[in-house]
């Protein structure tokens, strides 16, 4: 499935613009927005969605429920060329993603933008295996990515990885959740990382290999969460 706002110079995937009323699945005939390809109720495991150059600007979030479990979104590859989704919108409950029984679902190569939170993701989520790669999240007033638990459901087997993230009171927030934060530059937050297992011993919750500077604090693992194999400086703390 295709997405894009306008033709440029910069698009990878498709050779039109986008219209809504487009089938979405061939290069000429993108739709212009991801959520009306998320909202058709035709998509299965395995379906891939390629996000082209250009700036999408959302009214709303975007949920990822059951019914969406096992695709990719996947954004632009090429130097110079990225897809932008600006929730424009930093008040609390604004997202760009929202996670609600999706499992196995990936989420690649996208600028997220402009929201309290650009992922977010409870407890009563129940969304495992999760893959959360590749991304830039700008700007976003509260975090960047949030997974917590609630009511004894877990999180589990999250992979945060290379992302960067930057402009946001955490970068990444997560608790109780199953995890491996990896390879992911933060910078220019309040706080790079906070992981916070709550000495739940039935789950792993790890940063490694990430680099974290100019923030507040730069890594923070409390309660049984392990940091390993990280590049840390010139945080206040």
Do not use: C
């Amino acid at each position: 499935y295709y997405v894009n706002d306008r033709v440029d110079a910069n698009d990878e995937y498709t050779t039109a613009a986008g219209d809504d009323l487009n089938d979405g699945l061939s290069p000429g005939t993108p739709k212009a927005t991801l959520r009306s390809i998320l909202e058709s109720g035709v998509l299965q495991p395995g379906d891939k969605i390629v996000v082209d150059h250009g700036t999408y600007s959302m009214d709303t979030n975007l949920t990822l429920g059951e019914d969406l479990s096992g695709i990719i979104i996947q954004g632009p590859t090429a130097a110079g060329s990225a897809a932008i989704l600006d929730r424009d919108n930093t008040s609390s409950g604004s997202y760009v993603f929202e996670f609600s029984g999706a499992d196995d679902l990936t989420i690649s190569g996208l600028t997220l933008q402009g929201a309290e939170r650009a992922i977010y993701a409870d407890g009563n989520a129940d969304s495992d295996r999760i893959q959360i790669v590749g991304n830039t999240f700008a700007d976003n007033a509260f975090s960047g990515v949030y997974a917590g638990r609630a009511n004894w459901t877990t999180l589990s087997e999250w992979n945060i990885e290379a992302n960067t993230i930057y402009g946001s009171t955490y970068g990444v927030y997560l608790t109780q959740v199953d995890a491996v934060v990896q390879n992911n530059v933060v910078f220019d937050n309040q706080s790079g990382l906070l992981l916070n297992r709550y000495r739940d011993s039935t789950i792993s919750l790890v940063a490694i290999g990430n680099k974290a500077y100019q923030n507040y604090t730069g890594i923070d693992v409390q309660q049984g969460a392990i940091a390993s194999g990280n590049v840390v400086y010139n945080n206040a703390t």
